[in-house]
C-alpha cells in the first residue's frame, strides 16, 4: 500500500514540473511574439494618395452584329451550290442557282413580242405620215389620219407592255440566282442539288457576320450614371477576356432603354474588330470597363481595413509607436487596395497584426523574415 502511494506521488511530481516547462516554454514564445509589456509585433504600411479607376467586370456572351437566313424569293428547283459549309463569303457573292430554264423561255418570249411589237409601230408611224401628206393634199380624209393615229398610240402602248414583260421576266430569272446579302461565314446547308426551294420553306443556310462582333452583357443599374458621367461622349473602352488569351479592346454601343426590375440591372453591349475570329458567337466571356474614377484616394491594403461592431476601422501607429482606431468609410476596393475616407495620405497604419491590439496597444515593426503577432496555439 505504501508503495502505490509513492508511485503516485511521484506521477504528480512529475506532472507538474512537466506543466512548469510547458509553461515556461509557452511564455518565452508568447513574449517572442509580443515583447514582455504587452509589445505586439506587427508589420505596417504608409498610406499613399492617388486618383484611381474603379473597374466593374461582368460575364457577357458573344453575338453576332447581324445574322440573314437565306430564303428564296421564288419556289424553284436548286440546281447548283456554289459555296460549302463553313466558308466566309462576302456581301453579294453567288450561293445557289435555281432552275433558269423558265425564266429564261419567258424572257426570250417577251423579248420577241417586244420586237414584233417595235416593228409594227414602225410601219404604223410611216402609215400615219404618209396619211398626214395626203390629207395636206386633200387626197384622203381627216378620219383615215385619225385612224392611223390611234393604232400608233395603241401600238406605243403594246411596245411599252413588252417592255414591262421583259423587265419583269428579267426580275424573275435574276430570282433564281440568290446571293449572300451580308459578308459572314456559312453555316450548315441545308438543301442539296434537286432540292425544292420554297419561300415559307425550310432555310437554305445561315450567314453569320464575325468581324466586327457584339459581346452582350449586364450590369447593375446604378453604373449607369457612373458610365454616362465618365464616358459623355460614349464609346467607354470595354475589355473582354477568353480564358488563357490575350485581352481585346472595344467600344461600348449600345446601353438598353430599359432597365430589368427584377434583377436590378441593364443589359449593354461593346463592338470588338474581329478580324482574327477570336471571339466566336454564343461563346462565354469576362467583360470589364472602368465605370468611374475617385480622385485623390487615400490607399491603404484591404487586409488592413478591420471590420467593427458597428464602422470599419484601421490603426493608425501615433508617434510614440502606439496604435488607435480610427473610424474610415470604404469608397472602393481595386487590386487589392482600400481607397478610404478618414485617414490622410500618410499615415502609417498596420497591416497584419491587427488582432491583439486595443487602442494604446505599443507596437514593434517585425523584421522580413519575422511574423506579425498571432495568438500561440496550444500544443
Given amino acids: 500500500m505504501q508503495a502505490s502511494k509513492k508511485y503516485v506521488w511521484i506521477g504528480v511530481g512529475v506532472a507538474v514540473v512537466a506543466g ?13 511574439k509580443s515583447g514582455g509589456d504587452g509589445t505586439q509585433s506587427v508589420k505596417t504600411v504608409i498610406a499613399t494618395q492617388k486618383t484611381i479607376p474603379i473597374t466593374v467586370t461582368a460575364n457577357g456572351y458573344v453575338t453576332a452584329v447581324s445574322t440573314v437566313d437565306v430564303r428564296p424569293k421564288v419556289q424553284n428547283i436548286v440546281r447548283t451550290i456554289h459555296i460549302k459549309e463553313g466558308q466566309f463569303v462576302k456581301a453579294g457573292q453567288l450561293l445557289f442557282t ?32 404618209r396619211n398626214q ?12 389620219v385619225d385612224t392611223a393615229r390611234n ?20 426580275v424573275a430569272l435574276s430570282d433564281n440566282k440568290i446571293t449572300a446579302g451580308i459578308s459572314g461565314r ?41 458610365i454616362r458621367a465618365t464616358y459623355p461622349q460614349g464609346n467607354a473602352p470595354v475589355h473582354a477576356q477568353l480564358p488563357g488569351q490575350e485581352v481585346l479592346t472595344g467600344k461600348l454601343t ?20 474581329n478580324a482574327g475570329q477570336k471571339l466566336w458567337p454564343g461563346a462565354y466571356v469576362n467583360v470589364s470597363l472602368v465605370s468611374r474614377e475617385v480622385p485623390d484616394a487615400v490607399l491603404v491594403p484591404a487586409q488592413a481595413v478591420v471590420t467593427g461592431p458597428v464602422d470599419k476601422l484601421l490603426y493608425v501607429v501615433q508617434p510614440d509607436d502606439t496604435v488607435q482606431e480610427q473610424k474610415i468609410e470604404v469608397l472602393a476596393i481595386e487590386d487589392g487596395q482600400a481607397a478610404v475616407s478618414g485617414v490622410k ?33 496550444p500544443t
Fill in 254 to 273: 449600345f446601353i438598353d432603354n430599359l432597365a430589368d426590375t427584377q434583377s436590378g440591372t441593364i443589359r449593354m453591349k461593346a463592338q470588338f474588330d
Fill in 186 to 226: 456559312i453555316g450548315v446547308i441545308n438543301v442539296h442539288p434537286g432540292s425544292l426551294a420554297q419561300p415559307t420553306g425550310t432555310v437554305m443556310v445561315t450567314i453569320v457576320q464575325i468581324d466586327p462582333i457584339m459581346i452582350s452583357f449586364t450590369l447593375p443599374e446604378r453604373e449607369l450614371r457612373n
Fill in 133 to 144: 401628206d395626203l390629207l395636206s393634199k386633200n387626197f384622203v380624209s381627216q378620219a383615215v
Fill in 98 to 129: 435555281l432552275d433558269e430554264r423558265s425564266d429564261q423561255s419567258n424572257v426570250a418570249k417577251a423579248s420577241a413580242q417586244l420586237a414584233a411589237g417595235q416593228a409594227d409601230l414602225a410601219d404604223a408611224e410611216q402609215v400615219l405620215k
Fill in 151 to 170: 393604232k400608233v398610240e395603241a401600238l406605243r402602248n403594246t411596245v411599252k407592255a413588252n417592255q414591262a414583260a421583259i423587265q419583269s421576266s428579267a
Fill in 345 to 377: 495620405a500618410g499615415s502609417r497604419v498596420v497591416v497584419e497584426g491587427t488582432k491583439n491590439l486595443r487602442p494604446g496597444t505599443k507596437i514593434r515593426e517585425v523584421k522580413k523574415n519575422e511574423a506579425a503577432a498571432a495568438p500561440v496555439a
Fill in 20 to 32: 512548469a516547462a510547458y509553461l515556461g516554454l509557452g511564455g518565452k514564445a508568447e513574449r517572442s
